[in-house]
């Protein structure tokens, strides 16, 4: 599996020039997925379970923020540090804690949103009116997107719209403010997409007061065989930080805020030109251009930390695919090229107004050669072979004229069988190696470059699974173990980042669905997962803000054609404080149940909804380190009302 893939991309022709030109193509219909094979695919025999979030599913949610929308999905820990808006909101996929941000992808269109550093991933890049779908793979996808995969990727969709248009207003607690529009139109052979929404909110803690923008457009036009696109985008967040409280504070008073004047301003944008064709019957192209930029500020004022940052990406992502055949076989081959090009420079001083003390540059290259192959064995057995190889380059200087360079190479590769026992139920089975580079903040320290770089992360894993669908149910079951060496993590005695001991994450996610009639749908989940270090002198202690358990149930109420109401519970298990690896410095952070109601009444061209969140009140943190906690928003309400022309 560790082979280089120059070679095998030399000899890939020559393997297929034999094969029958007349081959069967694999093609499935069925839901279209793009993030299992980077290509739109009818139900592509993936060795791994996909979770598809519909457009309608996100309006019929009336939650404000992507987070929000996938706290309830089986298999993502959805950790919010602020508010409802998603400021700062880690998902965990695979039981990672505290550094679950950099070990899930998260992508827009394909495109990676995973900053340089540790900066968590900014969830109101797009309004979530643009959204067409959003999909989940639980498990790695190293071979397809590289780095950060180790967990899991998310691929928020966006696509074409049909022509229309929408406004939406919408109030609620803590004077929360909401109001969105967007639009689609085909003028001539352009099609023309856009979408802005402004969200306020004082918040439900102090210093807590969150602004969010966004506007996201798309502009197309289809030609022979073809189409050239151009998604561009652009968000700003304004946010308090109220900080972490003790435990005294948090039993005390979980509103109050460690700080009144601490805060974060984020700017974000991006273009991203690119051009899709079907080049022959059997072979298609698709190719992404991108340029992004995102400046972040920050003032902590009880660390006396005011930091400055700007970075910006440049990306190159062209891939082939061949539906070749091999003899007798269908078979087809993805082979594509990711190139990313970036720097950030860190502008740091102990106070907001003060003369800068420091500044820190990085610049990052990363390249990236992959193929994916995917080969119809017998009817309904599809055999998924990959492989990949990426290098990255970087480069660190300081403002004292220090230096540091940390580079690396990685090739992993992955097999997977897919095999369609019958109609609607499907079994599957993979196992291969997944990796992860350092980040800026991973390399540096408070006072400057740590002592000597982290190696990166490298792991092994097997996933088997079922996937049933009905037209009245849906189960899907995946079990996995994966095994980690060198994961980096801070350590708070040594204010550094260092490679931790082996560890293993194992467990199984199950969602399911169950319509009893056309008014009575029931939905759950439930993720058992245990990850433990196993080596060194934590070894058999489990992995810190790691629960053992997540479950969620909710029933879908349709009395009449135009209303329905739900109910859905989220349930989270105990887990320990973050930092606390030994399990034996801190309390565990508590269990929580919480539970939110939605009511939406679609008439005609109007669309109501009313949501309450957190309907019983229930006090609880999500997060917390070293003995502290981020506390959770009690009860809220929120309202909105929508007019489609």
């Known amino acids: 599996m560790h082979t280089r893939l120059k070679p095998m991309a030399a000899v890939l022709p020559l393997l297929f020039a034999t094969a029958s030109a007349d081959a069967q193509q694999i093609t499935t219909p069925g839901e279209v997925v793009v993030t299992a094979t980077r290509f739109h695919e009818s139900s592509a025999p993936a060795a791994t379970n996909v979770i598809i979030i519909t457009r309608e599913d996100i309006q019929s949610s009336g939650?404000?923020?992507?987070?929000?929308?996938?706290?309830s999905q089986a298999g993502l820990n959805v950790a919010p540090l602020y508010g409802s808006l998603g400021a700062d909101t880690a998902i965990d996929m695979r039981g990672f804690g505290e550094g679950a941000a950099s070990r899930t992808l998260v992508l827009l269109d394909g495109q990676r949103l995973n900053?340089?550093?540790?900066?968590?991933?900014?969830?109101?890049?797009?309004?979530?009116?643009?959204?067409?779908?959003?999909?989940?793979?639980?498990?790695?996808?190293?071979?397809?997107?590289?780095?950060?995969?180790?967990?899991?990727?998310?691929?928020?969709?966006?696509?074409?719209?049909?022509d229309g248009a929408h406004i939406q207003l919408g109030a609620g607690s803590q004077d929360g403010k909401q109001?969105?529009?967007?639009?689609?139109r085909q003028l001539g052979a352009i099609n023309l997409a856009l979408s802005a929404n402004r969200q306020d909110a004082d918040g439900w803690r102090q210093n807590n007061k969150q602004k969010r923008n966004n506007v996201a457009g798309r502009v197309s036009t289809n030609f022979d065989r073809g189409e050239a696109f151009v998604d561009l985008g652009w968000s700003s967040l304004d946010s308090g930080l109220p900080g972490a409280l003790t435990k005294a504070q948090y039993d005390g008073n979980p509103k109050q805020a460690v700080t009144l004047d601490s805060y974060i301003e984020r700017r974000s944008a991006y273009v991203r030109p690119g051009v899709s064709m079907q080049i022959t019957d059997t072979l298609k192209f698709l190719a992404e251009a991108g340029y992004s930029k995102v400046e972040n500020t920050s003032w902590i004022s009880d660390w006396f930390s005011f930091d400055d940052r700007k970075s910006t990406v440049l990306s190159f992502t062209p891939r082939l695919q061949w539906q070749h055949g091999l003899g007798a076989l269908a078979s087809r081959t993805t082979i594509g090229f990711d190139y990313y090009d970036g720097d950030l420079t860190s502008d740091k001083s102990a106070s907001d107004h003060g003369s800068i003390t420091k500044t820190v540059r990085i610049d990052q290259k990363s390249q990236a050669?992959?193929?994916?192959?995917?080969?119809?064995?017998t009817t309904g057995l599809t055999l998924t072979a990959g492989a990949r190889h990426q290098k990255i380059d970087q480069s660190a200087t300081d403002s004292s004229g220090l230096r540091m360079t940390n580079d690396h190479a990685k090739t992993i590769g992955e097999l997977g069988l897919s095999y369609q026992l019958a109609t609607g139920v499907r079994v599957f089975s993979r196992f291969g190696s997944t990796f992860r580079y350092a980040n800026m903040d991973e390399l540096t320290t408070f006072t400057g470059f740590a002592g000597k770089p982290v190696r990166p992360e490298q792991g092994k894993f097997i996933d088997a699974g079922i996937d049933l669908n009905g037209a009245a149910y849906g189960l899907k079951v995946t079990a996995y173990s994966l095994g980690m060496k060198d994961e980096i993590a801070y350590n708070g005695l040594t204010f550094e980042n260092e490679n931790l001991a082996k560890t293993r994450h194992e467990g199984i996610d199950i969602s399911a669905r169950y319509d009893l009639d056309r008014q009575w749908q029931l939905i759950g989940g439930l993720n058992l997962q245990k990850a433990k270090f196993r080596e060194g002198a934590d070894s058999g202690k489990k992995v810190p803000l790691v629960p053992g358990v997540k479950a969620n149930i909710g029933i879908n109420f349709k009395p009449v054609a135009a209303l329905n109401l739900s109910l859905l519970a989220n349930h989270v298990g105990r887990r320990y404080s973050g930092g606390d690896t030994s399990n034996s410095f801190f309390e565990q952070l508590a269990a929580y149940t919480t539970a939110d109601f939605v009511a939406s009444w679609r008439q005609s061209n109007w669309t109501a909804r009313a949501r309450v969140v957190n309907l019983t009140d229930r006090k609880y943190a999500p997060s917390g380190y070293y003995g502290s906690y981020y506390p959770a928003d009690g009860r809220t309400f929120f309202a909105d009302l929508r007019y489609d022309f």
């Open 115 to 162: 900053s340089l550093d540790m900066t968590n991933i900014d969830w109101g890049i797009v309004p979530l009116d643009s959204i067409e779908r959003v999909e989940i793979i639980n498990g790695s996808g190293s071979i397809l997107y590289g780095d950060n995969a180790v967990g899991g990727v998310i691929n928020i969709i966006t696509g074409k719209r049909k």
């Open 63 to 71: 939650a404000q923020s992507l987070p929000d929308v996938l706290k």
């Open 369 to 377: 050669v992959y193929l994916q192959n995917q080969t119809g064995l």
């Open 179 to 184: 109001i969105s529009a967007g639009f689609s």
